[in-house]
């Protein structure tokens, strides 16, 4: 049961995510936003949905209902960094790369320490989301997919914000 409560939780909270992005991605478009990391973006999406059905498929195989609430608790201290991130760009935040002409760099909120905050958030969800309940081979195997999805997604955007 605390499977389903948890994975549908974060099923509801990507779907949040990508609704949220979407309402950004048009006062983007509407702002002179110019997209980068088309040819990408279908990897990434299809990415975190082979994640969330390899969570599923891995913890149905194991029949073992036990989680790690000390990861679980970990994992909400981590969405509170993840809000930090959204709120600090406000309608600048979203999935796709769009940058828009001589506006500024993010330079507060996390962006203070970090160049690409969110990009470690979603390494630290990849590798505690299937910890929580023990599936390590989701946990190892899409922290390595997402590593080498991020290596391309991060050059993409430091091209498209002259970085």
Do not use: C, D
């Not at 990897?43 to 036990?66: A, D, P």
């Not at 406000?90 to 909120?109: A, M, V």
Request: charged content about 10%; cysteine-free; glycine content about 4%.
């Amino acid at each position: 049961m605390a499977f389903i409560l948890f994975i549908s939780f974060v099923v509801l909270l990507r779907l949040g995510e990508l609704l949220l992005s979407k309402s950004n991605e048009k006062w983007l478009l509407q702002n002179g936003a110019i997209e980068f990391g088309q040819k990408h973006y279908p990897f990434i999406v299809s990415l975190h949905i082979l994640f969330i059905l390899s969570l599923i498929v891995e913890y149905y195989s194991k029949q073992n209902g036990s989680y790690n609430l000390h990861l679980l608790i970990f994992y909400f201290l981590v969405l509170t960094l993840k809000a930090w991130v959204i709120l600090s760009l406000g309608k600048y935040w979203n999935t796709k790369i769009y940058h828009i002409t001589n506006i500024p760099l993010q330079k507060s909120g996390p962006y203070i320490y970090f160049k690409h905050p969110n990009y470690m958030i979603v390494i630290i969800e990849i590798a505690v989301i299937p910890l929580i309940f023990h599936l390590y081979l989701t946990a190892i195997l899409f922290t390595v997919l997402n590593s080498i999805m991020l290596f391309v997604r991060i050059k993409e955007e430091n091209k498209a914000l002259g970085i």
